[in-house]
Structure formats: C-alpha cells, structure tokens
C-alpha cells in the first residue's frame, strides 16, 4: 500500500479570501499527497480550511472573492491551478466527483432524484436517456437503495437523510470517478446510518480502486476509514501520517486535543478534556503561534473525579424496570432518589399521531404514530436521556412536553401541572419554568435580531427585570456564564461560530430562570471540540443552578456521558428503559446493541483491523 503511485499532489497551496475585513488566509501553504487506491483523511474543526481545500480542487470558489495565490495541484499530470475552466469542467464530475455535507440542500427539490443522477451521466458519457436511467437504477442497487427502479422516480422530500446521502454517492460515482471527494458526509446522519454510509465508501473504494479525500471533523470516523491522515488548523497543516502512527503517536498538541475530547463509550470522564488543556494560541503578526500545554496527571485525575455523581430513580422503580438496586454495582457515589419523592415530569401513556390525508377531499386514511403510548418519571436535579434514530420520536416527545405539538391522547403532568389540558396563560407560566435549546442554534436565533434582543425579549414576556438596564444586565451576565463577553450584546448571529451561538441559545434558555431543560440534539450539528465545551458547560449548569434536563440524541455515547437515566426509543415507543451505564454495559434489546455497535471505534486493535482488510482486499482486486 505504502508504494501506491500518487494521484493527486498539492504542493505549497494558498487560497485566500479578500474582504472587506482584510484578507483571510483559509488555506496556508498546505502540502499533500492522496495515493491511488487510498483514502487520505483531512480532519479539523470548522474554519480550518479543510472545506476550502476541497472546493479549490474542484476549483468551486467563489469568484469575486476567493484567489488561489499559490501552489499547485497535480492531478494525472496536470496543473488543475492553472487548467481552463473549458478543460476544469471535463474532469468536475467525472474525474474528480464530490458528496457534499447535506444532500438536503444539495439535491434539487423540484426534480426527480434519478433525473438529477441521469443528467451527470448524460452530460459526461453522451448516453441516451434510456440508458442513462438504466445506468442510474444499477447505482441505486450499488449504493443500496432497495426497490432502485421505483425510487429513481422519488422527490428528494420523500427520502430520509440515508437515502438522501446515497443519492449523492450514485451521483458522486456515476461517472467512474478516480478521486472522490467526500465533504463531511455523514455529520448529520444517525449513527446506524453513518456505519452503513461508511461500510458503503469502503466496499465502492476497494471494489473500484478509486482514492478518497475524506474530510470530518471526528477523528473516530476518521479511524473507520482512512490510511493517512493530515490535521489543519487555521488553514496550515500541523499533522501529517498514517491513520496509525496519528492514534499511537500524535505529536501535535492540536491533534492530541481532537483525540481527547471525544466522548467515548468506555470513558471515566466526568469532564471532557478539550483543545485548550492542550495548546494556547498566541497572535504574532498576522501569524498563530501554538504553545503546547503539559495535561498533568492531576488534571486527567480532575476530568475523571470533578462533578456531582448519578442519580438514579428510586429503588423500588428501579426494581420494576429490571435494574434492582445492588451495592458496590454503580460508582461509588452514585445515589438513587428517595422512594416515595415525586417526579418533577411524569409522563403517562403518551402518544403522538398525525393524520395521513389523501385523495381530493383530504380523508385521513390512516395515522403516522410519532409516539405511541410512552411513560417515563424525571426526578429534580436528574439528566434522563432520550436516544434513538431519526423518526423515533424523541424530538416529538419533547415538543409534546412543552405541547408545541399537541398530544393525541395521554398525560403529561409538570409539577402537578396537567400540560396536556392546562390553559394559555398556565401553559406560558410553566414554559418559563421549563425551557429548549434546539437542534440548529442560527435556524432557532432570529437573524434581523440582535444578541441583546434576543435574550431580554423572554424576560419582557415573563416580566422578569425591573427595567431596561436590569434585563442587559442580566443578559451580559448570562453571556458570561456561557463563556462568552458581555459586550456581544450588540452583535448578530450570522457575527458568531456555530458552538458559540449554541451557547447563546443557551444563555436564552437560562433567561427566565427555569427548572427544566429540553435539549433537542443540542450538540449534534458542533465539531467534537466545541461539542465537548458545551456538554462541560451544561453540566456545570446543571449543577450551579440545580437544573433538570431531558437531553435528546442520536449518539449514545454523548448520552450515556450525560445521563443519569436513560430511555432508547425506536418507532415511537420505549424499548429499554434504566440506569444509561447498565444499559451501555448489558443491553437487553438488539435495536440498542446495533445501535452502540454501530458507533465509531478508535481503538489500535480496529485500526489494525481496517488496515488488514484494506491489504487483503487490494491484494483480491490485483489478483482478479
């Protein structure tokens, strides 16, 4: 593998972005090699340059201002820096292909997804049409979507998220591409869906001996996947090796940082590590320097002792859901609630249906069962987690507490508050008792508002704040307490990272003082670096103010960090209920096996493993 002949060689490039800020150097003198047959991974947070570097292969930067202002980009002997866009547009998409982040936005919604695979194939391979769609069914069936020669006929809406990402890959591979770009390909997918997705890329690259430029921001990916690794940060490359040598022996401060702060299933930690307990920055110039950070043994002793240990439900409840109580079981300063205490949220046979209508007159001819008959307790100060695949009903669920949507039938009682039929203003009393931070922290802050607005706007409602000046204080003071500066106040959302404006989405759920908090997936869409802030900030949160949460994920192993208690949902019910380290150490059911096999394992003996089938399925490729 190591003596595969080199496909693409990037030499010295440069891209820079001029505006009216001054210039930003997105991509600064980066160097790199991807093999043929190999799939190179290039790992960094967001703003790294990774993106950049894939768009100016594709040489898919914006015009007006993006500049290559050096370097070279070889590719089967030719220069694609310096190529004219007549001769550019010959290889996009038939040499060089590329699967973008959200195949939600990159598939046309008015069009037929066959018909927008047909016109890469016609375009490039000057087919018929009835070939072209002949063509497409046999890369739906590659790709493993099942009834292909229906499905070719399907709307983009009428797909789910894996479809969706599989559509872009038959797109992707319908020209037999030698390189093949992948773009942060399943960050926003399930975690079941990711390994297959996964399982897929490898299977099509060993089977056509294509090379891959695999680019995410989770290095545990990366472990499934790559050979060689290189890691960017601020647009420069700081790591450069093979995906083992990165796992066993990172030298950069940087890389050693995205290593840490993933949560992992097996982990001790109460805290995660991050970045910054590795390196600092400092700015000389228009230049970063790293300075490393020596982790001490007392610091790693810290991450693993610091916080307040599990609550679990009273024994006699634990008992009945098949996890009785037994000593010296749990961490030693686990506790469970007193017997007898009432929950702070009970939630009794629970169910959410919407109507399914057709014909010209809108008959419901049958019901999509969302929820379907769920019951749970949350105890005060708890964190229960709600865990699942899309279309589980998690989300629902916690829409269905606040009633955002209205349950179909069941009860939902808060404090002693019966949700499900109390009245407007006893509705608008307990939302300001009980709060949500939503999935996607720019769709849920209002862009025309300002950070100030948008935090003392839910005080003016609750009429929390004697006056104007009370309410910013309180809302620099908030900013603060989310690790953010005071003097924000002034800035909109599109001013700020993602993690950051997730932090303000938090900063407003602590606006009106709740009890209770609804986290919708509140980490799923941040680069495991920020992802790992602002799990830390919610625990120290939930400490600080004595705060319960309901924390909704795909990602058992976020969940299991962060949980007391944990439910696994699939088609709208509870399939297993408990204490989140039981059911991670001895699940009972097969859907909550699949989906912890299915999260991605960093460990040396996988790697090792990888590397293995990648040799043996190069050496059945050459024989054949």
Not at 157 to 180: D, F, T
Not at 256 to 268: D, F, M, N, Y
Not at 453 to 458: D, Q
Not at 463 to 488: I, M, N, P, Q
């Amino acid at each position: 593998m190591a003596d595969a002949p080199t496909l693409v060689d990037i030499q010295g490039l440069k891209t820079y972005f001029h505006t009216d800020g001054g210039i930003v150097k997105a991509v600064d003198d980066l160097s790199i090699k991807i093999k043929e047959g190999h799939t190179l991974g290039l790992v960094g947070e967001s703003g790294s340059g990774k993106s950049v570097t894939s768009l100016t292969i594709m040489r898919l930067l914006p015009e007006v201002s993006a500049n290559i202002e050096a370097g070279s980009i070889s590719f089967l002997g030719r220069d694609l820096v310096r190529l004219p866009d007549a001769e550019m547009r010959s290889i996009r998409g038939k040499d060089i292909s590329m699967i973008f982040q959200e195949p939600t936005t990159s598939l046309n919604p008015v069009f037929k997804v066959g018909k927008q695979v047909m016109e890469a194939i016609i375009l490039h391979q000057k087919v018929s049409k009835s070939e072209a769609r002949k063509r497409t069914i046999e890369l739906f069936e590659e790709v493993g979507i099942r009834d292909a020669s229906r499905r070719v006929d399907s709307y983009p809406h009428e797909m789910s998220g894996g479809q969706k990402q599989r559509v872009m890959i038959a797109m992707a591979l319908s020209c037999n591409p030698k390189l093949l770009i992948a773009d942060e390909p399943t960050t926003a997918l399930d975690v079941t869906i990711q390994a297959q997705i996964l399982d897929l890329i490898r299977e099509l690259r060993d089977e056509r001996g294509m090379s891959i430029l695999f680019i995410t921001h989770d290095l545990g990916v990366i472990a499934e996947i790559a050979d060689d690794v290189a890691v960017m940060f601020n647009g420069k490359l700081v790591e450069y090796n093979t995906i083992l040598e990165i796992f066993t022996n990172a030298q950069h401060p940087y890389t050693k940082g995205l290593l840490a702060c993933r949560p992992q299933l097996e982990s001790t930690f109460r805290r995660l590590p991050t970045v910054v307990d590795f390196m600092e920055t400092k700015q000389v110039g228009d230049q970063t320097e790293v300075i490393e950070r020596v982790v001490d043994e007392e610091r790693m002793k810290a991450l693993v002792s610091k916080g307040r240990g599990r609550l679990l439900h009273p024994k006699a409840e634990l008992k009945s859901m098949g996890h009785p109580w037994e000593e010296g079981q749990h961490e030693a300063d686990t506790t469970t609630v007193p017997d007898g205490q009432s929950p702070v949220l009970a939630v009794e046979d629970l169910k959410v249906y919407f109507p399914i209508k057709k014909g010209v007159l809108s008959r419901t001819v049958d019901h999509v069962r969302a929820v379907d008959g769920i019951s749970f307790n949350v105890y005060k100060g708890q964190t229960l987690g709600l865990v699942g695949e899309s279309g589980c009903g998690k989300t629902t669920t916690g829409r269905a507490i606040l009633r955002l949507v209205q349950p179909t039938s069941g009860k939902v009682t808060f404090e002693g508050i019966d949700a499900t039929t109390a009245s407007g203003s006893e509705l608008r009393a307990m939302r300001r008792r009980i709060q949500i931070i939503f999935q996607d922290p720019y769709g849920s802050l209002n862009p025309r508002m300002t950070i100030d607005a948008a935090l003392t706007e839910p005080m003016m409602v609750h009429k929390l704040g004697g006056s104007r000046k009370d309410r910013r204080e309180r809302a620099a003071s908030l900013l603060e307490e989310v690790g953010l500066k005071g003097d924000f106040l002034g800035r909109y959302p599109h001013e700020f990272s993602g993690g950051q404006r997730q932090r303000i989405c938090i900063a407003r759920a602590l606006a009106v003082e709740p009890e209770f908090i609804i986290c919708d997936e509140s980490v799923s869409a941040l680069d495991v670096s920020v992802q790992a802030q602002v799990l830390n900030l919610l625990k120290d949160l939930q400490e600080e103010h004595g705060l319960t949460y309901v924390f909704i994920s795909h990602d058992l192993s976020v969940v299991k960090f962060m949980s007391d208690m944990m439910a696994v949902m699939n088609m709208g019910k509870i399939v297993e209920f408990g204490p989140s380290e039981s059911i991670y150490a001895n699940p009972v059911e097969e859907y909550t096996q699949r989906l912890i096999e299915a999260i991605p394992k960093d460990t040396i003996k996988n790697i090792e493993r990888r590397q293995s089938d990648r040799i043996a399925a190069l050496k059945k490729r050459q024989a054949g």
